[in-house]
């Protein structure tokens, strides 16, 4: 291993030899203890810290990495087109949390987009040369291989959200199904008798338990099983054309749950072109409680979602993995990391 650094002084420190020698033990030994190894006596522990305090041993990071397999570094990848990633409040929350959580480590994050079958091979062989300790993988679509490519090279991953109900790659989700459910319940509440849905992509399986919850609560009110169904792709131009569909289909619609606050600030700018008021002739009940809620006129019901802690559970999980992958605890992640967060309805003046 390289000599410490020395500090500003330009002198090269002490070394790692230097501290085996005066602790009276061999290197590996030493290493060892700097490196945090419960194989080691507390006598011999003790000695050694005491060496590194006498001499003003800092242990080369760089080097205890490339030792240890390790580049302190995270992957945050978001297969997604750029304009999703920053016209989505949910990506920002999701990163404001993740950023958070690892504020007092020593990991560094890097932010990776995947745009096509090109981008994630190319990713794949990125971690297959284990250029990263780990990786957070959100807004995964139902048929995206990667986080099974990652677990098959033998890479932590945990996935923002699940691709089926079977996920086997450990996964931070929320209550999708219960939220939608809360939402529609609201609306028949509130008296209204025509209660629309726009979804959001339903190659995701969070759309689909969220129009699962549409489904139930329609049912469990006895009201014909909702056929006021469009599809959107949780983009404020899709819950546009989606509204406009279903405005189509049937004029006197008088509620409109949108799988997303984007998708329903698209929504509400349909239902202006159309003349229909918010919320006297048609309520609008959004998904996420993001600032598009709070800002939009009138100030928009939601879904909430706590999507920052989202983020913190994922690097909690992910670091609990890596944990366990170097230290050989962790044999079997299957169905061990696996945590969902519940969701609760946020009344405001659209409903």
């Given at each position: ?11 090269p ?21 700097i ?40 992957a ?6 750029e ?63 990667l ?143 993001s ?25 909690r ?10 230290e ?13 967060l ?10």
């Amino acid at each position: 291993m390289p000599a410490a650094r020395g500090g500003g002084t330009g002198k090269p420190g002490p070394t790692l030899e230097q501290v085996a020698a005066r602790a009276g033990v061999g290197r590996g030994t030493a290493s060892r203890v700097i490196n945090g190894s419960p194989r080691v006596s507390e006598r011999t522990r003790a000695a050694v810290q005491a060496a590194v305090a006498e001499l003003g041993y800092v242990p080369n990071r760089a080097a205890r990495a490339l030792a240890a397999g390790s580049m302190d570094a995270i992957a945050l990848v978001v297969p997604e087109q750029e304009n999703r990633l920053f016209a989505e409040p949910y990506f920002s929350e999701i990163l404001r949390g993740v950023s958070t959580e690892l504020a007092d480590t020593d990991m560094q994050l890097l932010l990776t987009l995947i745009r096509d079958e090109r981008g994630r091979e190319r990713f794949r062989q990125y971690a297959a040369a284990h250029r990263v300790d780990g990786v957070l993988l959100v807004s995964v679509h139902g048929d995206d291989p990667l986080p099974d490519l990652l677990r098959d090279i033998g890479m932590p991953a945990v996935i923002s959200g699940r691709r089926s109900h079977d996920e086997h790659v450990p996964y931070v989700d929320s209550d999708n199904l219960l939220g939608a459910q809360l939402a529609v319940e609201h609306l028949i509440g509130r008296g209204r008798r025509k209660v629309a849905t726009v979804t959001g992509p339903l190659d995701m399986y969070a759309a689909r338990c969220r129009l699962d919850g549409y489904h139930e609560a329609l049912r469990a009110a006895g009201r014909p099983d909702g056929h006021l169904v469009e599809e959107g792709d949780f983009t404020e131009e899709g819950g546009h054309r989606a509204m406009r569909r279903l405005l189509e289909r049937e004029p006197g619609l008088d509620a409109v749950f949108c799988a997303s606050d984007v998708m329903a600030a698209g929504a509400r700018i349909a239902l202006r072109e159309a003349g229909r008021e918010v919320p006297d002739e048609v309520a609008l009940v959004g998904f996420d409680d993001s600032a598009v809620a709070r800002h939009m006129d009138p100030p928009l019901t939601t879904v909430r979602q706590p999507i920052e802690e989202m983020g913190r559970a994922m690097v909690r999980m992910l670091l609990g993995l890596m944990t366990g992958r170097r230290e050989r605890a962790v044999r079997d992640t299957a169905g061990q990391h696996h945590l969902v967060l519940p969701t609760e309805l946020v009344r405001r003046r659209s409903s």
